[in-house]
C-alpha cells in the first residue's frame, strides 16, 4: 500500500475551519483516499473518500490535488469534539483482498476554547 | 441498520493466560471482518482479516490466531499472552466486494497483560 506523510499534530481555535493535509506522493491510479478519525478511548469512525474530485458531506470536505498526490481535510467550523486523531488512508480498490484499510501514524487535532 | 459488537470491554490478564476476544456483526450478510491491534500510542496494526467463514489472513506473525466460525462471528485468541500483548483490540466490518467503502468499527476491548 502507498504511504502517506501527515503532521503529527496540528492546533486549532473553536469555531473556525481547519485544514489537515496528507502528502501522498507514490499513490496509484487505483488507490482511494479514505480519512478516518478516532476520538480517545473509541474505534475510528469513517469521515470522507474520495479518487479524484473533491467530495463534501456533512461532517467535511476533502479537496484532492490535481496531480493526486497531496489531500486536505478542511473541517469548516471546529469544535471541541471535533478534536480527535485524523487518519489519512490510501486503499487500492483493485490490488486490496478483503479491502484493508491500513493505518498511519495520524495528526492529533486539538481544538482551543 | 447494522451493528458490531465487541466483548468484554477490558480486561486484565496474567502473563501466560489464554485469551479470547468476540466480535459479531448484525444486520448484514457476507461481511469482510477485521482485528486491529492498538498499543500505547497512535497507529492502529492490522492482525487479521476475513472475507468468509473459515478464511482468515494473518498480516503480523504472532502468537495470537483468530478464527471466523460464522459468517458473522470473529473471535481472536491466544494460547498464552505475552506483556507485549497489552493493547486496545478493534474489531471492524466491511461491506463484501465494496474496497471504496467504509470500515465499521466496535467500541474495543482493552487488555492488560500483568
Not at chain 1, 88 to 104: A, E, M, P, T
Not at chain 2, 38 to 47: D, I
Amino acid at each position: 500500500d502507498a504511504k502517506t506523510t501527515q503532521p503529527n499534530s496540528m492546533e486549532s481555535n473553536e469555531e473556525e475551519p481547519v485544514h489537515l493535509p496528507c502528502n501522498h506522493s507514490t499513490i496509484s491510479g487505483t488507490d482511494y483516499i479514505h480519512w478516518y478519525r478516532q476520538l480517545p478511548s473509541q474505534g475510528p469512525e469513517y469521515v470522507i473518500h474520495g479518487l479524484t474530485s473533491n467530495v463534501n458531506n456533512r461532517m467535511a470536505s476533502l479537496a484532492i490535488a490535481e496531480d493526486r498526490k497531496s489531500s486536505t481535510l478542511i473541517l469548516h467550523r471546529a469544535t471541541l469534539r471535533d478534536a480527535a486523531v485524523y487518519y489519512c488512508i490510501l486503499r487500492d480498490v483493485i490490488g486490496n483482498q478483503g479491502g484493508k484499510l491500513i493505518f498511519g501514524q495520524g495528526t492529533e487535532l486539538s481544538v482551543k476554547p | 441498520s447494522q451493528t458490531i459488537h465487541q466483548w468484554p470491554a477490558t480486561l486484565v490478564q496474567p502473563v501466560g493466560s489464554p485469551l479470547s476476544l468476540e466480535c459479531t456483526v448484525e444486520g448484514t450478510s457476507n461481511p469482510n471482518l477485521y482485528w486491529y491491534r492498538q498499543a500505547a500510542g497512535r497507529g492502529l496494526q492490522l492482525l487479521f482479516y476475513s472475507v468468509g467463514i473459515g478464511q482468515i489472513s494473518s498480516e503480523v506473525p504472532q502468537n495470537l490466531s483468530a478464527s471466523r466460525p460464522q459468517d458473522r462471528q470473529f473471535i481472536l485468541s491466544s494460547k498464552k499472552l505475552l506483556l507485549s500483548d497489552s493493547g486496545f483490540y478493534l474489531c471492524a466490518w466491511g461491506w463484501r466486494g465494496r474496497n471504496t467503502g467504509e470500515l465499521f468499527f466496535g467500541e474495543g476491548s482493552r487488555l492488560t497483560v500483568l
